[in-house]
């Protein structure tokens, strides 16, 4: 979540009239480590605590990964209106695709997670896939301004 406040996409929705709720992945960032954590439950009780707001996930690398299996399996994904996944790293292909758009953001020499697998993630879910020029895995923090104009972007056109 701090990193989001840091690299100003918190402050660059906000300004757009978007309301952003940035959360740690348990043992990431400032949040504690669970037992066992679950992420169709968590993704699903953010869902539920947001209530009948348009939800737009956001998701770099592991969280994006959990965003994907989220969509493809939880119950709770309908209330999802969009997903944003930064080269998720996903540990198998894509079962079953979901309805709501998505945009996929990969940097163009991402080496832990290959653009290919982008552009095959892409094709199998009719999404927008995204190149940051030059940029590696973390693209979004390499081009945060480049970014912040997709999200942007895809955000007003989900409206």
């Known amino acids: 979540a701090q990193t989001w406040n840091e690299l100003g996409t918190l402050a660059v929705l906000a300004e757009a009239g978007y309301h952003a709720v940035a959360i740690d992945w348990p043992g990431s960032g400032a949040t504690p480590s669970w037992a066992a954590v679950d992420g169709d439950e968590l993704l699903g009780g953010v869902c539920a605590e947001l209530g009948g707001r348009s939800i737009v996930l956001v998701a770099p690398s592991l969280g994006g990964r959990f965003a994907v299996e989220f969509l493809q399996r939880s119950p709770a994904a309908r209330s999802v209106a969009g997903l ?76």
């Open 84 to 159: 944003v996944a930064i080269a998720p790293a996903l540990t198998r292909a894509v079962e079953e695709p979901w309805t709501q758009p998505t945009l996929l953001v990969w940097g163009e020499r991402d080496e832990v997670v290959p653009l290919e697998w982008g552009q095959t993630l892409a094709q199998r879910l009719a999404a927008r896939l995204e190149v940051l020029p030059g940029a590696g895995h973390p693209c979004y923090l390499e081009q945060p301004e480049r970014f912040h104009a997709l999200l942007l972007g895809f955000l007003a056109a989900l409206e």
